[in-house]
């Protein structure tokens, strides 16, 4: 019995979405808008994969990538898209469907506009945490608003509390001179204070600098995900006695829960690096499970299109390094968890279908067209492994054979 490994570039939707109008995302695609943006996009190992063929079917529209370099990774692949089915295009929802968890009832969500929280909500956690108040109190971008409220905060001790169209509170505040203990243990109060409010999270975002315009968050974000509120399949699989490895973000967005080792790591470079040496150390019967969060954070919410880019060509390029350290039955996905087209308004997540890229030594090519729900990556993982199937999904491990 060999291993699975999911490679999750968060944020990488390849657009198409049936219910994007909804979202207010009709027509938001963004892979296509980013190579379309850029002039084309050197992606020849993912191309090899047929994510080429999987955007099209997902869109019906020609993109030009661009003369390619010559394809390193030599595997084949089952490659399709998936449609999501939960009731949000949140990072929590997006990974838990594809564990087989959709969140059809979908989460609470806090009003945009100022005060987005309610003034007794706010109350209770100021009180319980020991400060004197917040700032903020906003929907807002993470990056804009610690320009705006950096030195203010600096001068009175006040944490910035703002939100964005998921479900989440975010909580800002100076890494060195709010102390990063101070900021987590302040999340912790918070998220304690929230669940009646059914939010998806509350996320940490430590930042260092001195002045406004200079302010730069730090790698040391914490998310306090809601528990999940049924079982995944990080949960069936360590209830069976399978090694269950969380790699970056995947430990927070589970609230630690199924996971039997975390390995931090932060940045395309580390994530990989962290990548490759879990998989080495992997015995059988166990699962891999990186979150590549640059692709959303650094370039899909600040609508940096020749960033995203960028690291998609890098990710491309480290692709090839994971063939040495496949064992002959290994299965690899790649797919994303929502889109976060960096051409789009705004600077929130859109409604997108993912990429579902299946490849490995021993897997014949084959399409295996629309996914019904992102649970189908669950249920394919749950019949390779010979578990008794998931509530939700299709398992696609033996289509083509």
Same mark, same amino acid.
């Given at each position: 019995?060999?291993?699975?490994?999911?490679?999750?570039?968060? =944020?990488?939707?390849?657009?198409?979405?049936?219910?994007?109008?909804?979202?207010?995302?009709?027509?938001?695609?963004?892979?296509? +808008?980013?190579?379309?943006?850029?002039?084309?996009?050197?992606?020849?190992?993912?191309?090899?994969?047929?994510?080429?063929?999987?955007?099209?079917?997902?869109?019906?529209?020609?993109?030009?990538?661009? =003369?390619?370099?010559?394809?390193?990774?030599?595997? *084949? =692949? $089952?490659?399709? +898209?998936?449609?999501?089915?939960?009731?949000?295009?949140?990072?929590? *929802?997006?990974?838990?469907?594809?564990?087989? @968890?959709?969140?059809?009832?979908?989460?609470? +969500?806090?009003?945009?506009?100022?005060? &987005?929280?309610?003034?007794?909500?706010?109350?209770?956690?100021? $009180?319980?945490?020991?400060? &004197?108040?917040?700032?903020?109190?906003?929907?807002? &971008?993470?990056? /804009?608003?610690?320009?705006? @409220?950096?030195?203010?905060?600096?001068?009175?001790?006040?944490?910035?509390?703002?939100? *964005?169209?998921?479900?989440?509170?975010?909580?800002?505040? +100076?890494?060195?001179?709010?102390?990063?203990?101070?900021?987590?243990?302040?999340?912790?109060?918070?998220?304690?204070? /929230?669940?009646?409010?059914?939010?998806?999270?509350?996320?940490?975002?430590?930042? /260092?600098?001195? $002045?406004?315009?200079?302010?730069?968050?730090?790698?040391?974000?914490?998310?306090?995900?809601?528990?999940?509120?049924?079982?995944?399949?990080?949960?069936?699989? $360590?209830?069976?006695?399978?090694? /269950?490895?969380?790699?970056?973000?995947?430990?927070?967005?589970?609230?630690?829960?199924?996971?039997?080792?975390?390995?931090?790591?932060?940045? @395309?470079?580390?994530?990989?690096?962290?990548?490759?040496?879990?998989?080495?150390?992997?015995?059988?019967?166990?699962?891999?499970?990186?979150?590549?969060?640059?692709?959303?954070?650094?370039?899909?919410?600040?609508?940096?299109?020749?960033?995203?880019?960028?690291?998609?060509?890098?990710?491309?390029?480290?692709?090839?390094?994971?063939?040495?350290?496949?064992?002959?039955?290994?299965?690899?996905?790649?797919?994303?968890?929502?889109?976060?087209?960096?051409?789009?308004?705004?600077?929130?997540?859109?409604?997108?279908?993912?990429?579902?890229?299946?490849?490995?030594? !021993?897997? !014949?090519?084959?399409?295996?067209?629309?996914?019904?729900?992102?649970?189908?990556?669950?249920?394919?993982?749950?019949?390779?492994?010979?578990?008794?199937?998931?509530?939700?999904? !299709? *398992?696609?491990?033996?289509?083509?054979?």
């Amino acid at each position: 019995m060999a291993r699975a490994i999911i490679l999750m570039m968060d =944020s990488f939707g390849i657009g198409g979405a049936p219910d994007a109008a909804d979202f207010g995302n009709a027509g938001a695609a963004t892979l296509q +808008h980013t190579a379309t943006a850029n002039g084309g996009l050197k992606i020849p190992n993912l191309l090899s994969l047929g994510l080429g063929k999987a955007a099209f079917a997902a869109t019906g529209e020609t993109v030009d990538y661009g =003369s390619q370099p010559l394809a390193r990774l030599g595997l *084949s =692949s $089952k490659f399709g +898209h998936a449609k999501e089915i939960s009731r949000d295009k949140d990072t929590v *929802s997006g990974h838990w469907e594809m564990a087989g @968890l959709p969140n059809l009832n979908g989460w609470g +969500h806090f009003k945009p506009d100022y005060p &987005s929280f309610p003034a007794e909500l706010i109350g209770k956690i100021v $009180k319980d945490a020991g400060i &004197s108040g917040i700032l903020g109190n906003k929907a807002a &971008s993470g990056t /804009v608003i610690i320009q705006e @409220l950096g030195e203010e905060h600096l001068q009175s001790g006040k944490p910035i509390f703002y939100t *964005s169209a998921d479900s989440n509170m975010q909580i800002a505040a +100076h890494e060195e001179k709010f102390g990063l203990d101070k900021l987590y243990k302040l999340c912790e109060v918070a998220y304690k204070h /929230v669940q009646p409010y059914n939010i998806g999270r509350i996320i940490a975002r430590p930042f /260092v600098g001195e $002045k406004n315009g200079s302010f730069v968050r730090t790698t040391n974000r914490r998310d306090y995900a809601a528990q999940p509120f049924g079982e995944t399949l990080l949960d069936r699989l $360590k209830s069976a006695g399978a090694a /269950v490895i969380a790699i970056g973000a995947i430990n927070d967005i589970y609230a630690h829960r199924g996971i039997t080792k975390g390995a931090h790591a932060a940045k @395309l470079e580390q994530l990989w690096d962290v990548t490759l040496q879990e998989i080495d150390n992997a015995p059988n019967f166990s699962l891999v499970f990186t979150n590549f969060e640059d692709f959303d954070m650094y370039y899909g919410h600040r609508r940096d299109v020749k960033g995203y880019a960028e690291a998609l060509e890098y990710f491309d390029r480290r692709l090839p390094e994971i063939v040495p350290h496949l064992q002959d039955d290994d299965i690899v996905f790649i797919t994303a968890d929502h889109g976060n087209d960096p051409t789009w308004e705004g600077t929130d997540h859109t409604r997108e279908q993912v990429p579902v890229l299946m490849f490995g030594k !021993k897997i !014949k090519p084959c399409d295996i067209g629309q996914r019904g729900t992102y649970a189908d990556i669950a249920q394919t993982i749950c019949d390779y492994f010979n578990l008794p199937p998931m509530s939700h999904g !299709k *398992s696609f491990l033996h289509e083509g054979e």
